[in-house]
DNA sequence: CTGCATCCGATAGGATACTG
DNA sequence: CAGTATCCTATCGGATGCAG
């Protein structure tokens, strides 16, 4: 989520997903059909990955080209604009690797498990 | 949410969560009590404002100080950790100020209500 | 003032089965 | 292959009220 940066709290590009993140990673290097992000995302459900995608081609990050004919091949890619929240992508998971340990730590020093 | 960074899905650092990242932001400045954070953060509940400190202070990125005595006085404020995430998400913010635009104009694109 | 307890509604995410 | 349809559950955020 990214809401509050600007002072206001819109549910902003339904970054707070929880499949949206590792979608964009499948997709970094180049279109993927639906059935080869199923797998890279272990046990997403078509349904969610279908809800995933559509949320996020309605706010330009990929883009969605079906070739007609059969077997169906529907491919999906980011947009421009969907490679720039890599940028901002990378920082966030640059810090979560750097902090992990201390998250952790800080975990179970308060739930000695 | 930072989950898939690093291949894990933990539900990491309750950043997915509403409030988080505006709490942040309210916190960034220097120490703040309970009740001055009910009021920037508009009309977050004293519940959930509970929750998103505990979670929080959980993982170790805000510390909880309590003044004992009449009226009881607490305070909050980030600690290096918690100031550390400043930084990427400074960057997410950057990204959402220059391309909140471009996403907008994307959804009225697919939904020209 | 600072928070905890309880209840509630909305929604996100998921399991399973079916279709063009 | 690429979805859709239905149902289910967990969790989140919130309202309200009470307590130290």
Redesign the interface.
């Known amino acids: 989520?990214?809401?509050?940066?600007?002072g206001s709290?819109a549910p902003?590009?339904r970054?707070?997903?929880?499949w949206?993140?590792?979608l964009i990673?499948c997709l970094e290097d180049g279109p993927r059909r639906f059935s080869e992000l199923l797998v890279p995302l272990r046990y997403i459900t078509p349904k969610v990955l279908t809800e995933t995608l559509r949320a996020m081609?309605?706010?330009?990050?990929v883009a969605r080209s079906a070739h007609p004919g059969m077997p169906p091949r529907v491919e999906y890619e980011l947009t421009p604009?969907g490679h720039?929240?890599l940028?901002?992508?990378n920082?966030?998971?640059?810090?979560?690797?750097a902090?992990?340990p201390?998250?952790l730590?800080?975990?179970e020093?308060?739930?000695p498990a």
């Open positions: 989520m990214f809401a509050g940066c600007d709290h902003l590009f970054v707070g997903g929880k949206t993140w590792r990673r081609e309605r706010d330009g990050l604009l720039s929240l940028d901002p992508m920082a966030c998971c640059t810090w979560a690797a902090h992990l201390a998250v730590a800080a975990r020093a308060h739930e």
